[in-house]
């Protein structure tokens, strides 16, 4: 996922400082024109992707494509078994009704506090990913190639930042059970807002700069975390819930995104790290069940949870449930 959204940190570096500078230089020094034809750039790049990936891969590596197979073979040993149809025409992957799976992620409180956390963090990074050029050039006079490359530091930070969040969650669960989980996810979203509004009263380049490394670290963990949380909170329904969680952070990058464009930089800042710290005492109300919150229970089969972390394997009797209930 992190290096995923490192695609955030490669745009603003190759479309701001490098293409961009080009593409005025063909039209003749032209800046509006220039900014928007290179945004033709990453259109056709993205459509290129779409069709080598409708025709080359398939629904889950170890498929039928030769170039999957080849890949699969040399750098993963614990992947899927095959296409998703042909998993459930074998019996290795059940049938679960998507409607119904759905209906119980949706259902289930956990789900929508992890959507507020998740625009609070990854809608928090899309919104940088708009907004950190713009704000470095305004407050601080930059240039565009130069507050490009700046802001670029901030997605660049997924190379490891969304990994350490996820491995963090690991190590704390390995330690506390769930508890584990949900304070050291608390902790991250605490010091991203915290950082936040540092940020927005940094007046200097250098110090901002500073700041936004760290704010960016905390930003990304903290997405790690949410999905170390995720899996944990209905098995069955995973796949919904992850939607839902995962839609929480476009739908903060277009609560954000609008008070950028309403309000001057520090007061969007101060209102976006206060929603941030708030979203972290939400952390308080998540209660999985078998699981410990974070105040209170406590996990059930706690030492078999500890000698591995690993995904939980799908509630059989938990399945069946969720498609008897939507039969019925």
């Given at each position: 996922?992190?290096?995923?959204?490192?695609?955030?940190?490669?745009?603003?570096?190759?479309?701001?400082?490098?293409?961009?500078?080009?593409?005025?230089?063909?039209?003749?020094?032209?800046?509006?024109?220039?900014?928007?034809?290179?945004?033709?750039?990453?259109?056709?790049?993205?459509?290129?992707?779409?069709?080598?990936?409708y025709?080359?891969s398939?629904?889950?590596p170890?498929?039928?494509?030769?170039?999957?197979?080849?890949?699969?073979?040399?750098?993963?040993?614990?992947?899927?078994?095959?296409?998703?149809?042909?998993?459930?025409?074998?019996?290795?992957?059940?049938?679960?009704?998507?409607?119904?799976?759905?209906?119980?992620?949706?259902?289930?409180?956990?789900?929508?506090?992890?959507?507020?956390?998740?625009?609070?963090?990854?809608?928090?990074?899309?919104?940088?990913n708009n907004a950190?050029?713009?704000?470095?050039?305004?407050?601080?006079?930059?240039?565009?190639?130069?507050?490009?490359?700046?802001?670029?530091?901030?997605?660049?930070?997924?190379?490891?930042?969304?990994?350490?969040?996820?491995?963090?969650?690991?190590?704390?669960?390995?330690r506390?059970?769930?508890?584990?989980?949900?304070?050291?996810?608390t902790?991250?979203?605490?010091?991203?807002?915290?950082?936040?509004l540092?940020?927005?009263?940094?007046?200097?380049?250098?110090?901002?700069?500073?700041?936004?490394?760290?704010?960016?670290?905390?930003?990304?963990?903290?997405?790690?975390?949410?999905?170390?949380?995720?899996?944990?909170?209905?098995?069955p329904?995973?796949?919904?819930?992850?939607?839902?969680?995962?839609?929480?952070?476009?739908?903060?990058?277009?609560?954000?995104?609008m008070?950028?464009r309403?309000?001057?930089?520090?007061?969007?800042?101060?209102?976006?790290?206060?929603t941030?710290?708030?979203?972290?005492i939400?952390?308080?109300?998540?209660?999985?069940?078998?699981?410990?919150?974070?105040?209170?229970?406590?996990?059930?089969?706690?030492?078999?949870?500890n000698?591995?972390?690993?995904?939980?394997?799908?509630?059989?009797?938990?399945?069946?449930?969720?498609?008897?209930?939507?039969?019925?």
């Open positions: 996922g992190g290096w995923g959204n490192l695609g955030g940190g490669v745009t603003q570096l190759v479309m701001g400082s490098l293409l961009f500078p080009l593409f005025k230089v063909f039209f003749d020094q032209d800046a509006e024109m220039a900014w928007r034809t290179v945004s033709v750039v990453p259109a056709v790049v993205t459509f290129a992707t779409a069709i080598a990936v025709f080359i398939d629904d889950a170890k498929g039928n494509s030769f170039a999957t197979a080849v890949t699969v073979y040399f750098i993963s040993d614990d992947a899927p078994k095959g296409n998703y149809s042909e998993m459930k025409k074998n019996g290795t992957m059940p049938e679960v009704s998507a409607a119904a799976s759905f209906r119980s992620g949706a259902l289930n409180f956990n789900t929508w506090i992890l959507f507020v956390q998740y625009a609070c963090c990854f809608g928090v990074e899309l919104t940088m950190a050029a713009l704000y470095f050039k305004d407050e601080f006079g930059q240039s565009t190639e130069s507050a490009a490359a700046i802001a670029s530091i901030f997605g660049w930070m997924n190379l490891f930042a969304r990994g350490l969040g996820g491995f963090s969650s690991d190590f704390f669960n390995a506390m059970g769930m508890r584990g989980r949900i304070l050291i996810h902790i991250f979203l605490a010091c991203e807002g915290a950082l936040v540092i940020f927005a009263n940094t007046d200097t380049l250098a110090g901002a700069i500073v700041v936004m490394v760290f704010f960016s670290l905390f930003v990304q963990a903290a997405e790690g975390t949410s999905y170390g949380i995720v899996p944990y909170i209905d098995p329904s995973t796949g919904s819930i992850a939607g839902i969680v995962g839609a929480g952070g476009n739908t903060g990058a277009v609560g954000f995104g008070g950028f309403q309000l001057d930089y520090k007061d969007a800042f101060y209102v976006m790290g206060c941030i710290l708030g979203s972290s939400l952390s308080i109300f998540v209660n999985i069940k078998g699981s410990s919150a974070l105040l209170w229970g406590q996990d059930d089969n706690l030492e078999d949870k000698e591995g972390l690993a995904v939980p394997e799908p509630d059989e009797d938990a399945k069946k449930e969720v498609n008897e209930e939507y039969a019925a």
